[in-house]
């Protein structure tokens, strides 16, 4: 698969929709340009975060602190199942959360492929606001008015979307909490938050 001009797009600051292991994805770079872009294709309101996505923690480690248990967390589940929510070294444009940042460590080979050429990338799903997006790639770029090349081409497998989970350090201790439950149900999380202190 050629995914020269889906990259080009990237570093140009435009938007582009690529497969990821539930739902496509709607990536753009973090620059205030690349948010303008994927913010006004979805007519998202601007106090509503995107996450991004990166093939590993330690592809966001220049922009949240990462603690310990955040490693632990993404080994525990199924990969790409949780979007952590890390604390931003320095605040970020508040269409990223401002003073935390929602990472979600992709699994499928094109989005890896994506951020492997470009950098951390959003992860907002590829759909209007509001409304339920299709599973194809080239689908969802027809309904928010791109062009069948800003698309990586993809059928993806559905499902619930990533599991959101707030970490903080409070006292020397990181807490849990989960914001918005997904591919991993609420019960799952504080049950290994709960064996962990054990």
């Given at each position: 698969m050629d995914l020269d001009i889906v990259i080009a797009r990237l570093l140009a600051d435009q938007a582009v929709v690529y497969p990821t292991s539930t739902l496509p994805g709607l990536g753009a770079r973090p620059t205030a340009q690349g948010l303008d872009a994927v913010f006004a294709l979805k007519s998202r309101d601007d106090r509503k975060p995107v996450s991004l996505a990166v093939r590993g923690l330690q592809?966001?480690?220049?922009?949240?602190?990462?603690?310990?248990?955040?490693?632990?967390?993404?080994?525990?589940?199924?990969?790409?199942?949780?979007?952590?929510?890390?604390?931003?070294?320095?605040?970020?444009?508040?269409?990223?959360?401002?003073?935390?940042?929602?990472?979600?460590?992709?699994?499928?080979?094109?989005?890896?492929?994506?951020?492997?050429?470009?950098?951390?990338?959003?992860?907002?799903?590829?759909?209007?606001?509001?409304?339920?997006?299709?599973?194809?790639?080239?689908?969802?770029?027809?309904?928010?008015?791109?062009?069948?090349?800003?698309?990586?081409?993809?059928?993806?497998?559905?499902?619930?979307?990533?599991t959101f989970l707030l970490l903080e350090e409070e006292g020397g201790a990181t807490e849990v909490s989960v914001i918005r439950a997904g591919a991993v149900p609420h019960t799952d999380v504080m049950a290994w938050v709960t064996s962990r202190r054990a």
């Open positions: 592809q966001a480690q220049e922009m949240v602190h990462i603690p310990e248990m955040a490693h632990a967390l993404v080994e525990a589940f199924p990969p790409g199942s949780l979007s952590l929510i890390l604390p931003a070294r320095k605040t970020q444009d508040a269409r990223l959360g401002g003073h935390a940042i929602a990472v979600r460590c992709v699994v499928h080979p094109v989005a890896l492929a994506l951020v492997d050429a470009v950098g951390p990338i959003t992860a907002t799903s590829a759909n209007m606001s509001g409304e339920a997006p299709a599973l194809d790639t080239q689908v969802c770029a027809g309904h928010l008015g791109l062009p069948r090349d800003a698309a990586a081409p993809g059928v993806c497998p559905g499902g619930p979307g990533s």
